[in-house]
T-cell receptor
Framework: KAGVTQTPRYLIKTRGQQVTLSCSPI?????VSWYQQTPGQGLQFLFE???????NKGNFPGRFSGRQFSNSRSEMNVSTLELGDSALYLC??????????????????FGPGTRLTVL | AQTVTQSQPEMSVQEAETVTLSCTYD???????LFWYKQPPSRQMILVIR??????QNATENRFSVNFQKAAKSFSLKISDSQLGDAAMYFC?????????????FGDGTTLTVKP
C-alpha cells in the first residue's frame, strides 16, 4: 500500500505571497491532519479534515486554511506569507475506526513533509 | 487541553546497550492514546509504538517497550540492544480518542545519539 505523499517537497517563496501544499493520504484513509514543525515551536497541530469537513483546528491565524476533496486528498493554503511561516509542514492520514466500531484510536501515518522557506 | 513534556532534550547510548526516554503528559480526557514517534534526519516521522490508555499492559514492539504509569501520567520508552539506526529524534505524543480525533499533541522531542 502506498504511503502518504506530499507535494511539493520543497518551496521557496517571498513575504506576502501565498502557497498551496498538497497531501494524498493512504488509500482508504479518510482523516487528514496537518502539522507545522519549527525548531522553536516544535510540532504544532494546524487542522484535521474528515470527509471534506474540518473537524479540529489548532491555534493558527486565519491565513492558514485547508480543504479536503471527495477522494480524501487535502490541501492547505497559507496566504500573505511571513518569515515565521518557514517550517516543515507535515501531513498525516489515518482511518477512522469509529465507523468500523473498532477501538477508537487514530494511528497517524505521516508524509515526508514539505519544506517551506519564506524569504 | 493536553500537554506533553519530554525533559531530556538529548540522550546518548552505547550500541547494544539499553536507554530509556522519559515522557510525562497531562490531559483531562478519560480515553486517550499515547504514541512514540521516531524522526530520523530524513524527517520522515515513523510510529514506534502506541499504548491505549485503557490497557494496563505495557506495549512492546520488538526492541521497543514502554513503561506506562497512568496514575503518574508517565509514558517512558525503553530501547533495548540499541542500534546505530536508532539514532534519531524521538517524540512522545497524546491523542484523545473522540473529542480530539486526528489531533496529536507532541512533546519537544529527545535527540538520541547511538555511539558505536
Amino acid at each position: 500500500k502506498a504511503g502518504v505523499t506530499q507535494t511539493p517537497r520543497y518551496l521557496i517563496k517571498t513575504r506576502g505571497q501565498q502557497v498551496t501544499l498538497s497531501c494524498s493520504p493512504i488509500s482508504g484513509h479518510r482523516s487528514v491532519s496537518w502539522y507545522q514543525q519549527t525548531p522553536g515551536q516544535g510540532l504544532q497541530f494546524l487542522f484535521e479534515y474528515f470527509s471534506e469537513t474540518q473537524r479540529n483546528k489548532g491555534n493558527f491565524p486565519g491565513r492558514f486554511s485547508g480543504r479536503q476533496f471527495s477522494n480524501s486528498r487535502s490541501e492547505m493554503n497559507v496566504s500573505t506569507l511571513e518569515l515565521g511561516d518557514s517550517a516543515l509542514y507535515l501531513c498525516a492520514s489515518s482511518r477512522d475506526p469509529k465507523l468500523a466500531g473498532g477501538p477508537s484510536y487514530n494511528e497517524q501515518f505521516f508524509g515526508p513533509g514539505t519544506r517551506l522557506t519564506v524569504l | 487541553a493536553q500537554t506533553v513534556t519530554q525533559s531530556q532534550p538529548e540522550m546518548s547510548v552505547q550500541e547494544a546497550e539499553t536507554v530509556t526516554l522519559s515522557c510525562t503528559y497531562d490531559t483531562s480526557e478519560s480515553d486517550y492514546y499515547l504514541f512514540w514517534y521516531k524522526q530520523p534526519p530524513s524527517r520522515q516521522m515513523i510510529l514506534v509504538i502506541r499504548q491505549e490508555a485503557y490497557k494496563q499492559q505495557n506495549a512492546t514492539e520488538n526492541r521497543f517497550s514502554v513503561n506506562f504509569q497512568k496514575a503518574a501520567k508517565s509514558f517512558s520508552l525503553k530501547i533495548s540492544d540499541s542500534q546505530l539506526g536508532d539514532a534519531a529524534m524521538y517524540f512522545c505524543a497524546i491523542m484523545a480518542s473522540d473529542t480530539n480525533a486526528g489531533k496529536s499533541t507532541f512533546g519537544d522531542g529527545t535527540t538520541l545519539t547511538v555511539k558505536p
